[in-house]
């Protein structure tokens, strides 16, 4: 399939805005800059860019954790995102949530998570009222292979199923919950079988191959959308990084991490644009330098902006 | 006496526990390879296996619920919740079977059963890892809620909650495992359920526990330049609540200011002022002032998340207000 070059382009451009950010964040985070602590989606960039380039713009989209690759792809705005992981007044949640719950309701990011598999009641909630109120947008829930095994994952897709609520289930198994493996964690290691017991149809995709990801992507959005109950997509994917700054990455080998950075999702399709001819090497470059131009603003902006004052404290509590 | 970090304390009494009795195993998240999220099971995989240390799948209630079940038949498990936010994921089984079930059973089981886990705020993590829950807590009959200010009582009291044959909620703080403090070499034990003087005062009482402690003692030290002089009472054990303790610092200061970090309302501080007007009031001079967290959701914003929680500033406001009216 020969792409259109401007959407090659913009796939490009939210890819590397994701790498991009994250890379930012770690030498933020190095630097006592950004405080706490981060999940990084490095590596993981084709799923979130795949996955919601398919949606249209007031669809929804649940998050996790690992929140930064949603909320951009999201049409998320960067200094906004950046300044509410510094924890600033002009952050997209004014500096209360942070990393862990970037959100932009009204771009449809019903929010990253702090409680791993916390979002999924949330998206089928959303899902609920697509159906009642029959409006025709449809609910993308992101969640990691290590959510899986909470009980509100199951108690959801069964509610989800029973009611053919229009809800796209996009697990993202990297391979570990933390430092749990797979194989450690879940007795069922092909994780699209979890979906069976509900009756959902699912789909594995290469998490790494960013139109693969549309392609399945755009099928279950589409089954979504006309009425015939959700799905539930399985993306094998990496996390580059470890999970927190003092994780050692002692349970995984660097080998395997060499496997997957030869996998690059940015590398696979900024070469397959280029072979194809779709994108010359000077316009992923400037793609890149672009993006780059993008963070650095971004990061100027966050940093300049101020904290929230004291009264912002006990604001936002209720309505 | 040599000097330790709270969390190797921790990692000792563990160590200890499990050379002492066979039937002690560890269950949690993270735990093996990784060695916990706060580190303080470093190395207990290596030593003990996957018998001993297992990892779990991300499950809270169901760590809570299988470390039931194997209490009450014959182990004796501690099982990590990783941050104390996610208590709310088990706290069905927490509170419907862990707490109940000896006493619905009319006392014919016994439950052995050590949940560790960790809370309070500091690290800038936001409203989902920063909470202090333990006032939930101790609204539960049934259970034992200990929550350790130094490594000296971290190490003594979780040895003696893995030896009781109650259930008990073992609250550590995120900001105290590199503190270090002194703790002998060899085996003691601290009594769940007795509170400490931790400094002798004559004006003004400061009853606090966990981190707060270090925050009271501060306190303490910049009010007796001012000529003012603090008894620091640190509970240790939340449930049962060492109030004989309280009461006698009350007899000797007549003034009391409660030092806690969770939210004000429905609070600590609530159960304990309640139990001084019960039980002490005839000794008060006036009355009794909580120092406590706000009543909001812990916002990421460092500046906020200072405001939010109390400070050497208003511990040693509060005092003065108790001395001077
Ligand atoms: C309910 C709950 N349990 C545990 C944690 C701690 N924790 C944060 S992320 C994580 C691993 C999640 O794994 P997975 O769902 O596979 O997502 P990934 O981090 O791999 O993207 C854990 C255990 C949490 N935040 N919430
Ligand atoms: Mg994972």
Not at chain 2, 219 to 233: P, T
Not at chain 2, 254 to 275: P, S, Y
Request: hydrophobic share 40%.
């Amino acid at each position: 399939m020969i792409m259109d070059k401007e959407l090659a382009k913009k796939l490009l451009r939210q890819m590397m805005e994701i790498r991009q950010f994250e890379d930012m964040i770690m030498e933020l985070l190095a630097k006592n800059i950004a405080e706490g602590g981060s999940h990084l989606y490095a590596g993981m960039e084709a799923v979130a860019a795949g996955v919601i380039s398919m949606l249209k713009h007031d669809d929804y989209i649940t998050s996790t954790h690992r929140g930064h690759g949603h909320a951009v792809a999201k049409d998320g705005d960067l200094k906004a995102l950046m300044a509410e992981i510094l924890g600033k007044k002009t952050g997209v949640c004014k500096g209360k949530g942070g990393s862990l719950h970037l959100a932009d309701v009204s771009k449809g990011n019903l929010g990253a998570n702090g409680i791993v598999a916390g979002s999924l009641g949330i998206a089928t909630g959303a899902g609920l009222s697509m159906k009642l109120k029959k409006t025709g947008q449809i609910v993308v829930c992101f969640f990691g292979d290590g959510a899986s095994n909470n009980g509100i994952f199951f108690e959801c897709l069964n509610m989800a199923s029973l009611w053919k609520l229009p809800v796209v289930y996009v697990c993202e198994n990297n391979l570990y919950g933390m430092s749990v493996s797979v194989k450690r964690a879940s007795a069922v290691e092909d994780l699209s079988k979890k979906a069976l017991a509900f009756d959902i149809p699912s789909e594995t995709v290469d998490g790494q191959d960013v139109l693969a990801v549309r392609e399945a992507a755009g099928k279950w959005i589409e089954q979504a959308r006309s009425g015939k109950g959700p799905s539930f997509i399985v993306a094998n994917t990496y996390r580059y990084y470890g999970h927190s700054r003092s994780d050692t990455r002692a349970y995984r080998t660097r080998e395997e991490e060499k496997f997957w950075r030869e996998r690059d999702p940015i590398k696979i399709f900024s070469g397959r644009m280029e072979e194809q001819g779709v994108l010359t090497a000077e316009e992923i470059k400037e793609v890149e330098e672009f993006v780059a131009k993008e963070m650095e603003e971004a990061v100027d902006y966050a940093m300049k902006s101020p904290y929230p004052e004291p009264e912002e404290l006990y604001t936002d509590l209720y309505v | 006496m040599r000097e330790i970090t709270y969390r190797q304390a921790l990692n000792e009494a563990l160590i200890e526990e499990m050379e002492r009795d066979p039937d002690v195993f560890l269950l949690g998240e993270d735990i093996a390879v990784y060695g916990g999220a706060y580190g303080v099971t470093a190395d207990l995989w290596k030593k003990y296996g996957d018998e001993r240390v297992l990892d779990t799948p991300i499950s809270e209630n169901a760590i809570v619920g299988v470390g039931l079940g194997a209490a009450l038949t014959g182990m004796r498990p501690v099982a990590e919740i990783m941050y104390i936010d996610f208590i709310g994921l088990c706290l069905e089984q927490l509170n419907n079977q862990v707490a109940k079930i000896r006493y619905m059973f009319g006392g014919k089981c016994t439950v052995p059963l050590t949940i560790r886990t960790e809370g309070g705020a500091g690290r800038t993590l936001g409203a989902h890892h920063s909470q202090s829950l333990e006032s939930w807590l101790i609204h539960i009959p049934g259970i034992k809620v200990v929550m350790p200010a130094t490594p000296y009582d971290a190490k003594g009291l979780l040895k003696s909650s893995i030896r009781e044959n109650n259930p008990v909620v073992f609250i550590e703080h995120k900001m105290l495992y590199n503190a270090k403090g002194g703790v002998p070499e060899g085996e003691y034990t601290i009594p769940i359920g007795a509170a400490e003087i931790k400094r002798e005062g004559s004006d003004v009482t400061l009853i606090t526990y966990s981190k707060m402690l270090f925050a009271c003692m501060e306190a303490a030290n910049i009010l007796e330049k001012e000529g003012i002089s603090a008894e620091i009472v640190d509970l240790r054990t939340l449930l049962p609540m060492d109030m004989d303790t309280v009461i006698k610092s009350l007899e000797k200061t007549g003034r009391a200011a409660i030092v806690e970090e969770d939210c004000k309302t429905g609070g600590t501080g609530a159960e304990i002022t309640a139990q001084i007007m019960e039980k002490a009031f005839d000794w008060l001079d006036g009355p009794v002032i909580r120092v406590a967290g706000e009543d909001v959701p812990m916002p990421k914003s460092p500046v906020l998340e200072k405001m939010a929680v109390p400070d050497v500033n208003k511990i040693c406001a509060a005092a003065r207000k108790l001395i001077k009216g």
